[in-house]
Each structure stands twice: as C-alpha cells, then as structure tokens.
C-alpha cells in the first residue's frame, strides 16, 4: 500500500511537472542563455569555438551571434582580448580562438537589451518563477491595477575553460550581473560564488545551478542528445552578495542568476532584467 | 484468493494506467520542449552582396516559418529537394512578398536564381541576384519575413566589393534599413538625406524653434545676434557629438524635460532681462545649447547612424540643423528689428507677449513630458 501511494506521489509529481512546463508562458520558459565552448579544458595551440544556447533546464537552440546587440565580448586568459572583431552577425559560432597557453580562460559575454511585453498574469508568474521577489512584491503592491510587463532584458554571460592557472577563474569580467567564482570549481566542494551587480555585491538573488553530462573528453553534450534537467542547487545571496551551491558530480555546470530593477528608461520598458551565467566542468574528484 | 487476485489485478492495472499516463504525460513534455527546442528561437538570414554589376544575395529561412505561411503541414518534407521544387514558387512568391529593395525610392526587381534545403539547419536556401549597371548611392530594404510570430529576427548582413559593411537584426521593432554605399555617389547620397533629416527635424519640432526665437525676441546687433547663434551651435554640436559616438548618453526621460525647462527660461529671462537691461543670452545659449544637443543626439540615434559613415552622417545632420535656424534667425531677426525701429512701445509689448507665450508652451511641454500619458 505504502508503495502504491509513492508511486502515485511520484506520477503526480511527473504529471504536474509536464502539465507545468507545457503550461509555462514561451517568454518564462525559454530565458537561461549560457556560452558552450566546443571544450572545457585547453592546452597551447588548441583551437576552440564559443556558441551560445537559449533554453531552459540547461538544454537549448543555438543562438546565433548578433553582433548589433553585443556591448562585450572578451577572452580573458594570459591576455584580455577582444573577440568582437572575429566574430560575424548571424553566425552560430560567436568566435574561434586559439589556445595562447594551458593556464585557462574565461570567455565573458554581454549582450545589450531586448525589449518583452507580457500580459500582466504571464509577467507576474515569470516573475515568481524566477524568484524576482521584489519586483513581484512592487506589481503585488499596484494590485488589480498592474498592466502588462513591459520589460527590457541584457544577457550576461561567462564561460571557464579550465586550465592550470584556477586563478584566472575568479577574475571579475566587468559585466553588469556577474557570477564570480570564490574558489576553483571542483567536484565533490561547494562553490562559493559572488554576485556582483554593476561591481557591487548583489544581496538575495537566487543563485541557481544546473548539471548535465559531458559528451566525449571535455566537450558539452550534444543539444540533440541533452535531457532538461531541474536545476541541481539554488540558494540565495547573503549581504555580501555570496551564495555557495554544492557542486556534487561531474559534467558541466550552468550556474545562473537573474536580476530585474526598474527600468531606468521609462519610455523603453518598465523592468529591466540581467540574466548571469556561468559554466564551466569542474575537475573530477582524484 | 479470487478476490486477492481481482485486487492485485486491478491495482495493477491502475498501475499500469497511471504509469501509462505518467509516460504519456513525459511524451507531452518530451515533444513540447522537443518541438520548441527545434524551434524555439525563430530567425532567419539574409545576406546581401553588392558588387559593380549586380547584387546577389540569399535568404535562410526555417522550414517551420515557410510551412506554417504557406500551408504545408509536414514542414520538414521541404527538407527534400523534390517536394522543394514543387513549392518553390509560391516559396519566392512569399519571400518577394516580405522583402524589397529600393534605390531611390524605386522598387527594385530581383530575379530568383535557385532553392535548396539545407537539412543541418532544418532551414532552406533561396538565392537571387539583381543586376545593375553600378551600385546605387542609397539602397532601402524592408523586411518582414515572418509577421506572425512577433519573436522572430532576421539576421541581415551586407558585404560591398567583398567587405562586410552592414550587420543588422530586422525584427518587430524595426524593419527597414537605409544602406549609403561606399562611393562618391553613396556619400552624396548619405549627405543629403543628413541634412534633410536635421532640417525636418527643426521644422517639425516646435520646441527647438520655439527655443531660437526666444532667443531672438531682445533683438539687437547683427554681431550680438551672430554671437547667440554661433554660442547655441557650438554647444549643440558638442552635446550631438558625444553623444552619438557614445560617449554621453543621458536618458531622454531627463533631456526632453529639461529642454521644456530651457525655453520657459528664456521665456523668464527676457522679461527681467527687458527691465534690467542685462543681456547674458550668448551664455545661455550655449550652456542650454549643450542640453538641446542631446536632444538632437536622439533623434539622429532614432534614424540610424550608418556604419562606417558615422561622422559624415553626423556632420551632415548638424548641417541640416545649422541651416533650418539660420532660415528662423533670418526670417525673424529683421522682422523685430523693423519693429523696433517703427515703434519702441509696440516692440516692448511684443517681447512680453512672446515671452509669456514661450514661458507658458515650455511649462506646458515640461509638465506633458514629466506627467505620464494617461
């Protein structure tokens, strides 16, 4: 009997989990936007290509590179470099680069913003969706009176190709929502990350992180082939603006944070929104 | 025993069904995110590439949007070349439909040379080319490919003589472009449509006209005139500059208000200036010229600054602007000065009543531009 309930815990829970996702407004269910280098580790001489995915529970499209809207994008290995000159409008590799060293690299990405109408109800939902409290709390306080979501988003994205130099990891790359390591991500130890908005620390943001399986070595998984996934860990910033999510197996980690504050910019939107992310492959436990 | 058996029977067929909608219901959310994730991000691309005798170019197009707007209901068996060719013209037909090119406003006719599928992208190919006897001065695309879903980009490159000169993104916001070519005949081109636009844009914005007159309403000597103009112009160019090479971008939320602000001051000052005697509008032109400046900055952001011709493009715009005030200051320069001349008294009333009237539309503009629209 007791089995027979946790089955039918467990289907309810399978049943309202699909209804639920099915039921999710396009714009809430299809918002992480992460870099996927064609390899998370490098060495000297290796020739690497940076793609971009749209998506949600870490399985996305390929996003083609639009270069009208890129405010930055930069290597920071042995040297900063700015990739924009080798990158082309519409292409789905953002940039090609080679390998200066086996120190390792951080790729940082920052797009400029977009604009999003909702319907009220959708934009409210989307909002408690993504833990953005007090936005939800400030449209919560107009009551029956919130009109649509009239928002404007920016992408804010990194990606670490592991090396020998863990350091350069935890670098700030100046992006205005930022996850920045505390520590060299390896499996098996907690993540200490700090949230940074515009330089400063970012308290009670939802730090949230996803894993899915590596493909062959070091190279992501195939889209075609990838599962979505809920995410693996959350939790909040503390006044710091540090959040420490358990990084407990191997793969590739997407870690992610949204910030929404009001638009600065009435005329063009309400709400403007940052999405962060990070990944990277942690070292295997030895 | 029989009715342990009808039990277990049935509890597990009730298993059995609730697993069987369980499943059913992780097909659902398979083929959901499946079919978003093969379309979830809707674009398409254009590439254009311009060269001495003709343009050839290529639109990319998902197969999802060219199904779903003409029709077909098994959008991927256009992957295949021969159930392609079948559509191939109503596809052309529906390309011709969304795309055009102009030069000089006339409607440029291109010819469809082929179309392919191209299976890695779930996308096909079209391909077409225009010929010319030289490249236009000024080519106008309007684009909309995919009207029915509001999400969806068009990724439009333009090469000029083998170089990349254009990258842009057409979706819902925006869907035409201006293209100056390269030569002479482009930067005539550019150059003229610049100075057009900073003309139309004095001409058509009551509050920058408002502003100079207010200037002008004290009168005085050509050279103090010449002065408050050249103060205004120095400062706007300043402001426009900076601004539109991205150095100095305040919030139009700010700028357009305090421009308001600007002419009801000037509508102020000359009321005290007219009793005192004081006459400090050079300096007043300039340091609110700087303001107006950032005003003009988004206008010329709204039009679209071209690649590679920014300064031109800016130069000829503040052009635009210096000759539609130099026509205000020219028709309204002589007219008070005749005043004047003909009677002292008439010219006092004319310049309290003026200025009450810029003090009177500036508070008004402030206040529609502070105030939320309703």
């Known amino acids: 009997m007791k089995r027979t309930f946790r089955q039918w815990v467990i ?127 400030a449209r919560a306080r107009l009551g029956a009176g919130a009109e649509d979501g009239r928002e404007r988003y920016a992408r804010c994205a990194k990606t670490w190709i592991g090396g020998g130099d863990g350091t350069r990891a935890l670098r700030a790359a100046g992006l205005t929502l930022e996850v920045v390591p505390l520590d060299a991500p390896s499996v098996g130890s907690p993540l200490r990350v700090r949230v940074l908005f515009r330089g400063k620390p970012l308290a009670g943001a939802l730090v949230r992180a996803w894993c899915a399986p590596l493909g062959r070595g070091w190279a992501p998984r195939n889209e075609a082939v990838r599962d979505s996934a809920g995410p693996r860990a959350q939790a909040r910033s503390d006044r710091e603006g540090i959040a420490t999510v358990p990084i407990s197996g191997v793969g590739e980690w997407l870690i992610g944070v949204v910030h929404m504050v009001p638009c600065r910019e009435r005329e063009a939107a309400d709400w403007e929104s940052y999405w962060a992310s990070l990944t990277f492959a942690p070292e295997p436990l030895r | 025993m029989r009715s342990s058996l009808a039990r277990q029977g049935a509890r597990i067929a009730r298993a059995t069904f609730g697993h069987a909608l369980a499943l059913a219901a992780f097909a659902l959310l398979a083929v959901t995110p499946t079919r978003a994730l093969a379309h979830s991000q809707p674009y398409s691309f254009i590439d254009l590439r311009l060269d001495e005798h003709k343009l050839q170019g290529k639109a990319v197009a998902h197969v999802v949007d060219i199904a779903h707007e003409l ?85 439009l490159n333009l090469y000029e003589s083998g170089r990349l000169r254009y990258q842009g993104l057409l979706d819902a916001t925006r869907s035409n472009v201006e293209y100056f070519s390269g030569g002479g005949q482009g930067r005539l081109a550019l150059i003229a449509t610049f100075v057009g636009e900073g003309i139309h844009h004095i ?111 800016l130069f000829s715009f503040n052009g635009g602007v210096e000759v539609a005030q130099s026509v205000i200051v020219l028709s309204v320069a002589p007219l008070l000065a005749l005043l004047k001349s003909s009677s002292d008294a008439w010219s006092r009333r004319v310049v309290a009543v003026g200025s ?12 529609q531009r502070v105030l939320p629209a309703s």
């Open chain 1, 11 to 137: 289907q309810g829970a399978m049943l309202a989990a699909a209804f639920g996702a099915a039921g999710q407004p396009r714009a809430a269910g299809a918002h992480e936007f992460w870099l996927s280098p064609s390899s998370y580790r490098q060495s000297k001489g290796d020739t690497l290509e940076i793609a971009a995915f749209v998506g949600t529970g870490f399985r996305g499209e390929g996003s083609p590179y639009a270069a009208p809207r890129t405010r930055s994008f930069e290597l920071l290995g042995a040297k900063k470099l700015d990739l924009r000159p080798a990158t082309l409008n519409g292409e789905l590799v953002f940039a090609r680069f080679i390998g200066a060293d086996a120190g390792g690299a951080l790729v940082a990405y920052e797009s400029g913003f977009t604009q999003l109408t909702l319907a009220a109800s959708d934009f409210d939902r989307y909002l408690e969706l993504e833990g953005l409290t007090q936005p939800r709390a």
């Open chain 2, 356 to 367: 009450c009237c810029v003090i009177l539309a500036g508070a008004v503009w402030f206040l």
């Open chain 2, 71 to 155: 029709g077909i209901p098994a959008p991927d068996s256009l992957l295949r070349q021969g159930i392609l060719d079948r559509y191939g013209a109503s596809v052309e037909a529906l390309l011709s439909s969304r795309f055009a090119i102009r030069s000089d406003g006339v409607g440029l006719r291109t010819r469809w040379t082929g179309i392919e599928p191209l299976p890695g992208r779930r996308s096909i190919v079209a391909r077409f080319e225009l010929p010319w006897e030289r490249i236009p001065g000024r080519l106008h695309l309007a684009c909309a490919l995919f009207r029915y879903d509001p999400q969806h980009v068009t990724y």
């Open chain 2, 203 to 313: 001409f058509i914005g009551p509050d920058h006209m408002l502003f100079i007159v207010g200037l002008l309403l004290l009168g005085g000597s050509v050279t103090r005139l010449l002065k408050i103009v050249t103060a205004f112009t120095v400062a706007h160019s300043i402001t426009l500059a900076l601004a539109t090479l991205g150095i100095l971008n305040p919030s139009p939320g700010i700028v357009e208000p305090a421009i308001a602000l600007t002419i009801a001051f000037i509508g102020v000052e000359n009321i005290l200036a007219s009793r005192n005697g004081r006459d400090v509008r050079a300096l007043i032109a300039f340091g609110f010229g700087l303001i107006h400046g950032f005003g003009f900055a988004g206008v010329l952001r709204e039009l679209g600054l071209p690649a590679g011709a920014r300064a031109w493009a």
